[in-house]
C-alpha cells in the first residue's frame, strides 16, 4: 500500500517551546492530508483538513493560531504546535488521500508521539 | 445519532477463533468502506477496502458489506496474538474528502 511518513516519531520539549510535525506522502501525491490528535485508549480526533496550497480548514474547538497547519506541496503537509503546554501532549497522526486515486483510500501515517515538559 | 457506530469491546478470544467485528452507519451515501489495525502507540495500518457492498477476502481477513442494512464486518480466521490490535473501521462518501470513523474494538487474542 501507499505509504505516509511522520517525522519526528517521538518528540519532548520544555513548557512554551514550538515543535513542527512533518507529515510526507512517500509514493504519490495528496491534495488533501489529514491531521488528528489520539489520547490513550480513545478514538482518532480530526483537528483540520489540510489542503495543498491553501489555508487548513480546523474543526470546532481547534485553534488554528495553536496548531499552524501549511500544506506547501502535493507531498508534504506541516502541523507547528506552537507555544507547547504540557496539556498539549498527545499521539499526533496524519493521513493522506491520493490525488486522483479512489475517494476512498486513506493512509495513515505512523504517528508523532509529543510530549511536553 | 453517530455516522458511524463501532462497538469498542473489549473483545477477548482465544487462539484460532473466528473473530468477527462490526459496524453500522446512517448514511446511505457512504461507498467506499475500510478497515484498519492499529497496535498501540502506532498509526493505523489500512487492513481492507472495499467500494459498494459485497465482500472481499485478502489471507484470514474478510471484510464485508451489507449497504442495504448499513452494516459492514471483518472477520478474521485463525486468529493470532499477532492479532490484538484495535481495529477502526472507516467510510466516506462518493464526493469530498470527509472520512468518517468508528470508535475502535479493541482485540485480544489469548495465546
Known amino acids: 500500500g501507499a505509504v505516509v511518513s511522520q517525522h519526528p516519531s517521538w518528540v519532548i520539549c520544555k513548557s512554551g517551546t514550538s515543535v513542527k510535525i512533518e507529515c510526507r506522502s512517500l509514493?504519490?501525491?495528496?491534495?488533501?492530508m489529514f491531521w488528528y490528535r489520539q489520547f490513550p485508549k480513545q478514538s482518532l480526533m480530526l483537528m483540520a483538513t489540510?489542503?495543498?496550497?491553501?489555508?487548513?480548514?480546523?474543526e470546532q474547538g481547534v485553534e488554528k493560531d495553536k496548531f499552524l497547519i501549511n500544506h506547501a506541496s502535493l507531498t508534504l503537509s506541516t502541523l507547528t504546535v506552537t507555544s507547547a503546554h504540557p496539556e498539549d501532549s498527545s499521539f499526533y497522526i496524519c493521513?493522506?488521500?491520493?490525488?486522483?486515486?479512489?475517494?476512498?483510500?486513506?493512509?495513515f501515517g505512523e504517528g508523532s508521539r509529543l510530549t511536553v515538559l | 445519532q453517530k455516522e458511524v457506530e463501532q462497538d469498542p469491546g473489549p473483545l477477548s478470544v482465544p487462539e484460532g477463533a473466528i473473530v468477527s467485528l462490526n459496524c453500522t452507519y446512517s448514511?446511505?451515501?457512504?461507498?467506499?468502506f475500510m478497515w484498519y489495525r492499529q497496535y498501540s502507540r502506532k498509526g493505523p495500518e489500512l487492513l481492507m477496502y472495499t467500494y459498494s457492498s459485497g465482500n472481499k477476502e485478502d489471507g484470514r481477513f474478510t471484510a464485508q458489506v451489507d449497504k442495504s442494512s448499513k452494516y459492514i464486518s471483518l472477520f478474521i480466521r485463525d486468529s493470532q496474538p499477532s492479532d490484538s490490535a484495535t481495529y477502526l473501521c472507516a467510510m466516506s462518501a462518493n464526493t469530498g474528502n470527509q472520512f468518517y470513523f468508528g470508535t475502535g474494538t479493541s482485540l485480544t487474542v489469548i495465546p
Open positions: 448514511n446511505s451515501a457512504f461507498q467506499y
Open positions: 509514493d504519490f501525491q495528496a491534495t488533501t
Open positions: 489540510s489542503n495543498e496550497g491553501s489555508k487548513a480548514t480546523y
Open positions: 493521513s493522506a488521500s491520493p490525488a486522483g486515486g479512489p475517494s476512498g483510500e486513506l493512509f
